[in-house]
């Protein structure tokens, strides 16, 4: 059985930072593109960032390029998401999700992922 499981979230002040992190179990995840999206109230579900555990490649929106930053352990299967100079913009649901041979357009559709996390909020009060 898959499991997601995200951390980290909590309530900071703009400007400040947060790392989240996303602990996978359940399978071998060697081939798949692990991504973060974000949900704010009222607005559909947006991509934030994507890291392929094969070669490394990252994948950022360009709403958080040079802010946020995505990696991973692989000895842990844990994937993390840095977050700098948070905006008030950037509050939502961050979700962590896992997408088996994922590429080009493809790592940015939600639709494509396979399974999700629960989820954890994020809040950047101004």
């Known amino acids: 059985q898959v499991q997601l499981v995200e951390s980290g979230g909590g309530l900071v002040q703009a400007g400040g930072s947060l790392r989240l992190s996303c602990a996978a179990s359940?399978?071998?995840?060697?081939?798949?593109?692990m991504g973060w999206f974000r949900q704010a109230p009222g607005k559909e579900r947006e991509f934030v960032a994507a890291i392929s555990w094969s070669g490394g490649t990252t994948y950022y929106a360009d709403s958080v390029k040079g802010r946020f930053t995505i990696s991973g352990d692989n000895a842990r299967n844990t994937v993390y998401l840095q977050m700098n100079s948070l905006k008030p913009e950037d509050t939502a649901v961050y979700y962590c999700a896992a997408g088996a041979y994922l590429h080009g357009s493809y790592v940015y559709t939600d639709r494509r992922y396979a399974y999700w996390g629960q989820g954890t909020q994020v809040t950047v009060s101004s």
């Open positions: 359940g399978r071998t995840f060697s081939s798949y593109t």
